[in-house]
């Protein structure tokens, strides 16, 4: 962080390599703070969304294995890029890895 001569404070942003206001710098953060969730494909994924298993899985705790092509309705996002919420018929709080999944 720096100062010019009128007090204002200005902070190195490592993105654009330029110092901005802090501001700007607050403004920037809080934009950045929604977090972009993608499936295996690189599909960016929302809520709600309806999924489909790309591989096996086999639920912890559950003692159940989901198949590959099953498919799950009304996703929510967690604020982890990598996890989803879904609920799945018999398993309650399930979460899944967004690697595991695509986009139908």
């Known amino acids: 962080m720096m100062t010019d001569g009128t007090g204002d404070e200005y902070v190195y942003d490592e ?11 607050n ?21 709600g969304d309806q999924v489909t298993l790309i591989k096996d899985l086999t639920v912890k705790g559950a003692g159940q294995t ?8 009304s996703i929510r996002l967690t604020g982890d ?4 919420d879904c609920r799945f018929d ?10 595991f999944v695509r986009k139908r």
């Open 81 to 84: 890029s990598q996890e989803i």
């Open 90 to 99: 018999g398993i309650k709080g399930l979460v899944l890895r967004a690697e």
């Open 15 to 25: 993105a654009s390599g330029e110092w901005i206001s802090a501001a700007e710098a």
């Open 27 to 47: 403004a920037k953060s809080e934009q950045d703070g929604a977090v972009e969730v993608r499936d295996a494909v690189g599909n960016i994924l929302a809520d």
């Open 66 to 73: 989901l198949k590959r092509g099953t498919l799950i309705k």
